[in-house]
């Protein structure tokens, strides 16, 4: 690489000669002593891959260096993480894809080992455990049978791929969450690699294909979520081209005060940050409240930025990550390597230190966080502790109104009426019998409690915070509901040992929370079936039930199909809710509970105190939990190391799998580089509104036997009982793109709003709409010839970085999608995969232009992805037209020529069968 700037230089530590691409030395050219930590990071990727221009030149080295806060984005780089994480719901269509191109750059006259990842690239197993099982002690156990016997498929793939390919790794299951084992095990802060015989020291940076790789920025690695399919072009050396950010500053002051937690302050933190708007920036943490925060806290707040909408969260390298490095059991030799670049880059933050330069500027003193939650639906919809009730009633009235609607109707008719508020207080209740117990289920009953997510389970404060108050309430003879459905997923094995050392584990088991597996489980949407009595009495008067999780996602139908309301919370207060069954209540002044002899119990007599809390982590959490839990972390248990996995250099495919098969995308490709076109005489799939999430287009959990995918495995043999998630079948196209807009929660305005992955269908010849499942109209469709768009409204793509939500609208054969904003990933994705992203004018959207779904449209003026907008034509059935602007999302020229290519995956073929034919 070259070094025009003259910024090489050498790093002696433990005893060794380092090189390193040296920021101060740049800095005796350009003045930048008031970067903001993330711009410092993107600058020395930038000198250490500069090329004379191929991918980096001086002028983008430049563009850095002389960096405007004020400025918009309008200036292309190229950033190349040093490493790939993924968890296996998006790494197995990652591996899919690999061993797919092996066969592809075969065909194309290439060779298949020149498919490898060219940098670490690392899988850990935690996105398919699911609640079967609970409330017992034997869940892990049977959870962990149940795992492996529906995933033995998946899991032998992986096997293959792990003895396949160079430079992979796979951390088996039952070890942990994805970013919970990066933080505390995977990331390097900073990297020590030979290249060219040179032995570099440098930055550790990741993309990561889940968007929580956030969580990583808490110790000051920058890296980000990315789909599948920018995460493999990554994997095989591909720069990721991006915009120079915008920069938000966010100041800590003060401290947490007495009875808040971290989960608190993460979720006014996000709402916040959502109120500024904060969609493709950076953000960074700094200010004199940072000393007071550990680590774990700043790993909490850096995970949730996908629900603040930044593309990081980030926080400096200083003392406090180095006291994490030895805590979690890292080497001596690299805290001393940590420190010792840090503070020669000008990396290393001090307290009183100079302030960046920020695009913008939020603070929070810590000290005004209050208990929180956030719910029912969204993310950044917090709500005060002391506000969950009223919260609940509010929201009951739409989640019900259809039953109430005709409660009324059936009285009016009986010549009486009755008003809203009396309904409400005369809700139905379902009597039911669980547990051996006879109760009353009724709207806001909370039926699951779930101890989960990477955003908290990484947390001592808050994981020992919920075990102190289970073993209050045990003391005083509180028990949780018997309708609750509770669970602990640990986000490592060090958890278990830390609540188990400290002695509270068993305190969490007697109120019902046993371990019942070390994954996502109910954050991710794997919270297993509700007991039968319990899913009996929520349809029996179609009750609005909830879920209180310490998640980070609660958009609706996620959590689970039969719940409509779900809260995000605090651990502690997840055990809390347990104990009280219902969200219809205010905790902070109605008892919890009652102890056996009739006295009340509240909150606030349960509650640890901070030093309780700070107390038990001193004499629990050490570097021995570490150690040993992670000393062999890509062996695996028994039941990994029998399974049986292929071998060879490409994958022996079969026919009959269900779970993996050779995907079509590379079918028929040829060298020859296409175009890109207009869009004639497309019919509209979809009409949305905002909001529309990664969830709604391509959903993770169950399949429903009566939809396309459910009938589609039906056909071959696979039974319900056996038909596991859409999650865990990414490895097969034929069953996602049938999951495509089929959850059961997104809402088609074509067909009014109604609920379920439904369309209308619009045959040639101008005969009366049909309605059927998106799926069976885009087959209609395509067996036509006819391309489809699909039109939305504001945030578009939110949620997961889920690269099938653009693999199932590409197969489907959708050409566009218009919405009024696009999350960054997801719009990525799209252009990933050739699906072109438009966006609506300011203040524009379908409605605003009269369009009811029944249009034909035209796409024009694209000029081979060159003109920066677009003319979108609507015909109408009576051949009236509409005719409106739009911007072409096509952001880059690497953008341009990927999307002519088909896809960056197609892209990437290309140029290596190329390389071999030359």
């Known amino acids: 690489m070259l070094d025009s700037f003259s910024t090489r230089r050498q790093l002696v530590v433990n005893g060794r000669t380092l090189t390193y691409n040296s920021l101060p030395a740049l800095g005796e050219r350009f003045d930048i002593r008031k970067l903001p930590y993330s711009m410092k990071i993107l600058l020395e990727n930038l000198l250490r891959h500069e090329d004379g221009g191929i991918t980096v030149g001086t002028d983008h080295i430049e563009a850095v260096a002389r960096w405007d806060a004020g400025k918009e984005p309008d200036t292309e780089i190229a950033f190349m993480p040093a490493r790939v994480v993924l968890q296996d719901f998006t790494g197995v269509p990652c591996v899919v894809d690999l061993a797919a191109m092996r066969d592809a750059v075969s065909k194309l006259g290439g060779n298949a080992g020149q498919i490898n990842p060219l940098i670490p690239s690392e899988l850990v197993i935690d996105h398919s455990v699911q609640v079967d099982v609970f409330g017992r002690a034997d869940a892990l156990d049977l ?3 149940i795992e492996f016997e529906r995933n033995m498929e998946r899991y032998s793939f992986l096997r293959w791929g792990q003895k396949a390919f160079h430079n992979f790794k796979v951390v088996p299951p039952n070890t942990g969450i994805v970013h919970q084992v990066n933080l505390e095990n995977l990331a390097r802060v900073v990297v020590e690699r030979e290249v060219d015989g040179e032995l570099l020291a440098f930055p550790d940076t990741v993309f990561g294909t889940d968007s929580h790789t956030t969580m990583i920025n808490g ?20 720069p990721s081209s991006m915009l120079i950010p915008q920069v938000v500053g966010f100041k800590l002051t003060g401290k947490l005060p007495e009875g808040t937690t971290a989960t ?5 933190v996000t709402q916040m940050l959502r109120k500024l708007g904060v969609v493709g920036k950076f953000v960074e943490f700094f200010g004199e409240g940072l000393p007071h925060l550990p680590l774990a806290d700043r790993a909490t707040i850096a995970n949730m930025a996908p629900e603040y909408g930044a593309t990081c969260g980030i926080f400096p390298i200083d003392a406090e ?28 933050h001090e307290p009183g230190q100079t302030e960046a330069n920020y695009s913008a500027t939020l603070e929070l003193n810590l000290a005004d966080v209050k208990p929180s939650l956030a719910g029912p639906k969204r993310p950044q919809d917090r709500v005060l502790l002391s506000d969950v009730k009223a919260n609940f009633t509010e929201n009951l009235g739409d989640l019900t109104s259809h039953r109430v609607n005709g409660a009324t109707r059936r009285m009016d008719a009986e010549g009486g009426h009755q008003p809203q508020a009396e309904h409400l207080a005369a809700r139905p209740r379902s009597k039911i019998h669980v547990q051996d117990q006879d109760a009353d289920l009724c709207d806001g009953s909370v039926v699951i409690a779930a101890i989960t ?117 605090s651990p502690p207060l997840v055990v809390a809710y347990a104990i009280a069954g219902t969200v219809d209540i205010d905790l902070t002044r109605e008892p919890l509970g009652y102890t056996p002899d009739g006295r009340a119990v509240h909150l606030r007599d349960v509650w640890p105190s901070n030093k309780e809390i700070g107390d038990v982590i001193a004499a629990t959490v050490g570097p021995e939990l570490f150690a040993q839990n992670y000393a062999d972390v890509f062996k695996g248990d028994s039941r990994w190391n029998q399974i049986a996995s292929p071998e060879g250099e490409s994958f022996a495919w079969d026919g009959a799998s269900t779970y993996i098969k050779n995907p079509p995308y590379f079918d028929g490709m040829t060298m020859a580089v296409g175009s890109i076109n207009d869009v004639h005489g497309a019919r509209i799939m979809g009409l949305f509104g905002d909001s529309i999430t990664t969830d709604h287009i391509s959903p993770a959990g169950n399949i429903k036997k009566d939809s396309p995918a459910g009938r589609f495995l039906v056909s071959r043999g696979v039974q319900p009982v056996d038909f596991n998630s859409y999650g865990s079948r990414r490895g097969n196209d034929d069953v996602m793109v049938r999951g495509t807009f089929a959850n059961i929660r997104i809402k ?93 004018k ?58 002519r290519h088909g896809g960056i995956l197609h892209y990437v073929l290309r140029q290596l069968a190329a390389k071999k034919a030359a």
């Open 748 to 840: 088609n305005l074509m067909l009014g709003g109604e609920e379920g992955g439904n369309t209308l269908y619009y045959a040639k010849g101008g005969a009366a709409p049909e309605k059927m499942s998106i799926y069976d109209a885009a087959m209609k469709y395509k067996a036509e010839g006819v391309p489809l768009v699909v039109m939305a409204g504001k945030e578009y793509g939110t949620g997961s970085s889920r690269d099938w939500a653009a693999k199932g609208t590409n197969l489907l054969g959708v050409k566009a999608v218009i919405a009024e904003s696009f999350e960054r990933i997801h719009r990525s994705n799209l252009v990933g995969m050739g699906v072109l992203p438009l966006q609506f």
């Open 264 to 268: 608190d302050l993460v979720l006014t």
């Open 842 to 899: 300011d203040g524009e959207n379908a409605q605003t232009h009269g369009l009811d779904g029944s249009e034909e449209i035209s796409v024009t003026g694209i000029d081979d992805g060159r003109a920066r907008t677009a003319t979108v034509t609507a015909r109408r059935s009576d051949g009236s037209e509409k005719r409106f602007e739009v911007r072409v999302l096509l952001l880059t020229p690497k953008e341009v020529e990927y999307f």
């Open 219 to 238: 110790i000051g690695v920058l890296g980000w979520g990315v789909g599948g399919i920018e995460a493999e072009a990554a994997m095989l050396g591909q």
């Open 321 to 348: 990550s180095l006291t994490y490095l030895r805590l979690s059991g890292r080497s001596d030799e690299q805290v001393a390597l940590v420190e010792a670049y840090a503070r020669a880059q000008g990396l290393w």
């Open 143 to 145: 959870n962990g049978k």
């Open 453 to 569: 997510s990477c955003t908290n389970t990484s947390n001592p404060a808050v994981m020992l915070g919920a075990g102190l108050l289970a073993r209050n309430a045990v003391k005083l003879g509180l028990k949780a509901k018997p309708w609750v459905k509770t669970s602990l997923g640990p986000g490592s094995l060090v958890v278990t040992d830390y609540l188990r050392k400290a002695g509270v584990l068993a305190d969490l088991e007697k109120l019902g929370f046993f371990v019942v597996g070390y994954g996502c489980t109910t954050c991710i949407g794997n919270s297993g079936p509700l007991p039968d009595e319990v899913s009996r009495g929520i349809a029996e008067n179609d009750l609005a039930v909830a879920s209180v999780l310490s998640g980070n996602r609660n958009f609706e139908g996620r959590v689970h199909p039969e719940v409509k309301m779900n809260y995000l919370a």
